[in-house]
């Protein structure tokens, strides 16, 4: 029984190592970083910094322009929660010309070999995000990249048996492709309690 549950892990393993260390594709957000976006940001978050709202006194800043806040970073890629079918189309069609010439994606992903492993509850047990430059209007659509960096063996945790799966995903703007963010992301992957035995 031992034998077969280490056997199992390993099989997960050796499953997930063809797709570590590898970039998948970029994806795009739906729309440009603008000053609209940046100041719906800084009204949740109730930063009054003018560097993010006034363009007189950012342009006399050491930015030379509005900027969005750093931490809005994830908040500027968080997928749309609707987009109308013909924009799909575009955008699909946008992000397959920023793919082109990248080496073909192999079939399945880490996170999918993580579902046929019954592994299908997601929670995020860590991360870090490095900001690296300033970015906001003018920038154009911010573009991401991710790749899956470790894998763990199965762990028994609280909620059940699970694995850490640690990610790294690039943030880009669309002008310019420059690098303007960088995260860490360390996602627990498990079966919950009932299910586990």
Known sequence: MAQDKARAVATFQEQCAPHLHRWGPYRLTRDEVTETAIRRFC???EDGNPVYWDEQFARSSRFGRVIAPPQSLFAMTFGAWW???YLQDKLASAAAALNAGAPPAEPGSVHAICDQ????????????????APFGPGDGRLKMRSMT???SGEKRVRVGRGVFITSITEYRTEHGDRLVGRSTMVLLRYRPEQEAS
């Open 117 to 132: 492993f019954g592994y299908t509850v997601n929670t995020v047990a860590g991360q870090e995000v490095e900001y690296l």
């Open 149 to 151: 960096t470790h894998v």
């Open 43 to 45: 009204e949740v978050a």
């Open 83 to 85: 987009t109308p079918a």
